[in-house]
T-cell receptor, first 115, second 117 residues
């Protein structure tokens, strides 16, 4: 069990560019979550998948944000036309739905800086 | 929104002192779960504990203990004999069940704990 991995760890982009982040969950976990964390705040829930189905996406911050998990394994989070306000840490977490309470295990995050 | 409030933004204590981190939550759910996570300076969130709404037993794990009180909607975390390695930001979080499925975690703003040698 290698834990949740995220790539890249850091991304610097210019305003208006599109960015895509990848998350690989713990292998036996069927649920995958995306969060955003800004400085001095707790993580903010964005969306989650159970297998390949996206079960909650109303919390995505705008229509510039989208996520996919096409084969029920890794997931990608895309931000189109980035803005400076998108600068944050993007966290991925995974869990196993049969575990009562669904404790989530987090990856190291991708830090996005929009210049 | 059903909030989680961690009123203590920062706490600083001297090593070996006991310290309690407060957490108050709001919920309209009958079934819900409460969590504590630690975020050390390296940045990765580390799971510490999960509690479900039907189990109000306090829990102790080594130097860590948790006090869950439904009557006051609180889930406080105590570290006894604190150590420098305990220095981190600690987050309290809740998860409810809506529409038959689990939802994401709602986090508090965190408490920055500083343990001075």
């Amino acid at each position: 069990d290698t834990g949740v991995s995220q790539n890249p760890r850091h991304k610097i982009t210019k305003r208006g560019q599109n960015v895509t982040f990848r998350c690989d969950p713990i292998s036996e976990h069927n649920r995958l979550y995306w969060y955003r964390q800004t400085l001095g705040q707790g993580p903010e829930f964005l969306t989650y998948f159970q297998n390949e189905a996206q079960l909650e996406k109303s919390r995505l911050l705008s229509d510039r944000f989208s996520a996919e998990r096409p084969k029920g394994s890794f997931s990608t989070l895309e931000i189109q036309r980035t803005e400076q306000g998108d600068s944050a840490m993007y966290l991925c977490a995974s869990s196993f739905s049969e575990t009562s309470g669904n404790e989530q295990y987090f990856g190291p995050g991708t830090r996005l800086t929009v210049t | 929104a059903q909030k989680v409030t961690q009123a203590q933004t920062e706490i600083s204590v001297v090593e070996k002192e006991d310290v309690t981190l407060d957490c108050v939550y709001e919920t309209r759910d009958t079934t819900y779960y409460l969590f504590w996570y630690k975020q050390p300076p390296s940045g990765e969130l580390v799971f510490l504990i999960r509690r479900n709404s039907f189990d109000e037993q306090n829990e102790i794990s080594g130097r860590y203990s948790w006090n869950f009180q439904k009557s006051t909607s609180s889930f406080n975390f105590t570290i006894t004999a604190s150590q420098v390695v305990d220095s981190a930001v600690y987050f309290c979080a809740r998860m409810g069940y809506s529409g038959g499925g689990a939802d994401g975690l709602t986090f508090g703003k965190g408490t920055h704990l500083i343990i001075q040698p």
